[in-house]
């Protein structure tokens, strides 16, 4: 079993910075590819980020040049720092991972292949005010 908590959300202004954490636990053998997602309620998730084991990373469009996603392999983590925040950012966001060794890990498709992902966090709600 894996177990992903995020943790990190919270209630910001506009033009605000928040950073969300994601923490793998359990049988975390052979590592993970992992990923960012968001839903608002009555809409689709959203893939924001992802990140392949070498660092290289996608965003959805709405973020790029905004949000920077970072993950700590030794310790099973994964980042988004979020700044220059905008109401139409909140949203619950997810950590998302799969085992480790998919081709699509960290590529744009990866951020449209949310049913792929077999473990998911509980979700960390951010709230950006304006």
């Known amino acids: 079993q894996v177990q992903l908590v995020e943790s990190g959300g919270g209630s910001v202004q506009d033009g605000g910075s928040l950073r969300l954490s994601c923490v793998a636990s359990?049988?975390?053998?052979?590592?993970?590819?992992m990923a960012w997602f968001r839903q608002v309620p009555g809409k689709e998730r959203e893939g924001v980020a992802a990140i392949d084991s070498d660092g290289s990373t996608n965003y959805a469009d709405s973020v790029k040049g905004r949000f920077a996603v970072s993950q700590d392999n030794d310790k099973n983590s994964l980042y988004l720092q979020m700044n220059s925040l905008q109401p139409e950012d909140t949203a619950m966001y997810y950590c998302a991972a799969v085992r480790a060794g998919t081709y699509w890990c960290g590529a744009v498709l990866a951020l449209t292949l949310a049913p792929r992902y077999g473990y998911w966090g509980h979700g960390t709600q951010v709230t950006v005010a304006s």
């Open positions: 359990g049988d975390t053998r052979g590592g993970f590819c």
